[in-house]
């Protein structure tokens, strides 16, 4: 198979905040750190829950009144393409903890029907999830990447990583095309096994 056909067939690897896809993966590899936050049921999530799986990963607030209706949408349209596979979770993350409590969580879960043995929306500390987002998910651009805590953060990116903790695909959770190519890729990291 012809370097051109490897990379079609097979997603890249996303090693740095500015994106640049590699597939020939050297010793360098990134991985997501390792975190644990407290999802929409008060039960902890870290990086064990998603052992073994693909996971799609974002960045919201329940009070969000801008992009986050759409990114919510978008996000159920590619879990409900994987309602019935277990290999394949999803991982929201507050950026207002302070106002996105367990409870608040919880609620909207229940409003929006976001089943919680695939998709888990957590809260914890702020600085914890800048930090995770910024340096370990590449959530926002380069600049973003060495912004702190005291600089909000809110950003449109799905991220999806393999179970390897390595991110494989960057999407604008916003556009519908974006979602369904996430959708295709989701499928090709499954044939990967």
Not at 111 to 137: C, F, P
């Amino acid at each position: 198979m012809g370097a051109c056909n490897k990379q079609e067939a097979e997603l890249p690897y996303y090693n740095s905040p500015d994106l640049t896809p590699v597939w020939e993966q050297g010793s360098g590899k990134h991985r997501i750190a390792d975190f644990a936050f407290t999802d929409q049921n008060g039960k902890t999530v870290d990086n064990n829950t998603y052992n073994g799986k693909i996971y799609v990963a974002n960045f919201f607030f329940t009070s969000c009144p801008g992009i986050c209706p759409k990114m919510k949408d978008n996000m159920q349209k590619v879990a409900k393409a994987f309602a019935s596979n277990n290999n394949v979770a999803f991982l929201s993350h507050s950026v207002t903890p302070y106002a996105d409590s367990v409870s608040v969580l919880h609620d909207y879960a229940a409003i929006h029907n976001i089943n919680a043995k695939q998709w888990h929306l957590v809260t914890g500390d702020k600085g914890e999830i800048y930090k995770l987002a910024r340096q370990s998910y590449f959530a926002e651009d380069e600049i973003g990447f060495n912004a702190d805590s005291t600089e909000f953060l809110h950003t449109e990116r799905f991220v999806l990583i393999d179970k390897e903790r390595h991110i494989r695909g960057v999407y604008n959770g916003t556009v519908d095309l974006e979602t369904d190519r996430l959708i295709e890729d989701i499928n090709l990291l499954l044939k990967e096994e």
